[in-house]
């Protein structure tokens, strides 16, 4: 029976060569020079440190276009509270992974909603999708492309 998976995933290696280029243009801005201006890189947090909010904000838009242009999606990131620690500003970016139970859920009622000849399961962190034909597989990756969920899709495992 053709079946495939729902997941949500990146590439960390990905993600840290875009923080080491966040970093690099951050150092050599203008509006940076004499700033301890950084990012930090801890499994699937990125923290920002510098000295006013604004610079974390500007530093989120140039994370933000690093990001977009080594193929991470945007919508998988989390922005934290700005918290100022003595001299400098902190603000915690979490980069989400894998589909959430809630998230998982509306697919699958999303599936179930539009009477597609598909059964969905949730499966820890990725939905599995089978039915027996491949059209129908096809049809529900088109609807899910079209619905505007707050997560980044994969289909993967597609299987025949």
Known sequence: MPSFDIVSEFDKHELANA????????DTRFDFKGTESSFE???NKVIMLSESE???QQMFS???SKLSRRGIDINCLDL???K???KLMRQELTV???VDTVLAKKIVKLIKDKKMKVQAAIQGEQVRVTGKKRDDLQEVIQMLRQEQ???PLQFTNFRD
Do not use: R
């Open 149 to 151: 969920l707050d997560m």
């Open 19 to 26: 923080i080491d280029q966040a970093n690099k243009e951050v």
């Open 62 to 64: 140039v994370v933000c």
């Open 96 to 98: 989400k992974q894998g």
């Open 54 to 56: 604004f610079q974390l």
């Open 84 to 86: 100022g620690s003595g």
């Open 41 to 43: 890189l801890n499994d």
């Open 80 to 82: 934290g509270v700005a």
